[in-house]
């Protein structure tokens, strides 16, 4: 055809073959720069993910080293008190028996007793009087002790029926009292011991042993320091004298003590 040209189509277009195209292609693929960005972002994102796994590590390792901290501080702190629990022990283990005695001590109550002379008969009769019973000397109380209770002791040998019958205290609420040398019957005295009714049972004309009767009654608002005190079974001024069943129980080698609790300030 007049004018034709093989390479071009329908239009004036260029018409390329296969192979051109394939050629073509290849060569645009080759010189082809890749976005800039694109390494420059995925550059950034690894930096990023090398960075937070670097302050991950960081805040990781501070975290190990205040636990650590930590631990070293409550060992030490725990080593110190087994410390101080073993020295506390040591030396309670170590006291000196004397020093244990002391501390002992300190915590416990003394007595000290006080004895009059015996007398060495009393008889009680059948109608009450007054009987008086041996004194008693309270002496040498150690100053740097204080008094905490005091009772006053009998003692009885001996009992002995002369009524020819079976004899005994005949009467309830009988006393034995205590004054200080001082004071007066009637007036400053308390009562130390109590007797019962059929006390000092004794089978008629016979001799049977005695006892040894400790009161119940505080008796340290009269019997407070060094001094001679009184005992009296009152019949005068108390009407409470101890009396017998029949004439006579008599009683043998009798004598009185006080007792003396004391303990440290």
């Known amino acids: 055809m ?13 018409t390329l073959t296969p192979a051109a195209l394939t050629a073509i292609q290849a060569k645009v693929l080759s010189d082809a720069t ?10 950034v994102s690894s930096r990023a993910a090398d960075a937070t796994v670097a302050k991950d ?25 087994t410390v101080a629990l073993d020295a506390t022990v040591a030396k309670e283990a170590t006291l000196s028996p004397k020093a244990a005695q002391t501390e002992a001590a300190k915590s416990r109550a003394f007595f000290m007793d006080f004895w009059g002379d015996p007398i060495d008969k009393i008889t009680v009769p059948a109608a009450a009087a007054d009987l008086t019973f041996p004194d008693v000397v309270v002496a040498a109380l150690p100053a740097d002790l204080s008094i905490i209770r005091v009772v006053a ?7 002995k029926d002369t009524s020819a019958a079976d ?3 005949n009467a309830a609420n009988k006393k034995l009292r205590v004054k200080v040398s001082t004071g007066a019957w009637g007036t400053n005295d308390i009562v130390a011991v109590d ?9 008629a004309s016979t001799k049977e042993g005695g006892d040894v009767m400790v009161g119940d009654n ?5 019997v407070s320091a060094n001094g001679t005190y009184n005992f009296r079974s009152e019949q005068t001024n108390r009407s409470d004298a101890i ?8 009683l043998y080698d009798v004598t009185v003590g006080i007792r003396v609790y004391l303990k440290t300030p």
Not at 2 to 14: D, F, I, Y
Not at 195 to 203: A, K
């Open 195 to 203: 007797f019962t009714q059929n006390q000092w049972y004794t089978v």
């Open 57 to 81: 590590a960081t805040v990781a390792k501070a975290a190990t080293v205040a636990l650590d901290a930590t631990v070293a501080k409550d060992a030490t702190v725990a080593k110190a008190a």
């Open 243 to 250: 009396v017998a069943l029949g004439a006579s129980l008599e």
């Open 167 to 169: 004899n005994k205290i």
């Open 34 to 43: 890749p976005f800039p960005g694109a390494r420059v972002d995925a550059t």
């Open 218 to 222: 505080d008796i340290m608002s009269v």
């Open 2 to 14: 007049p004018g034709s040209n093989p390479g071009l189509g329908p239009g004036g277009a260029v």
């Open 153 to 159: 002791m009998l003692k009885v040998r001996a009992i």
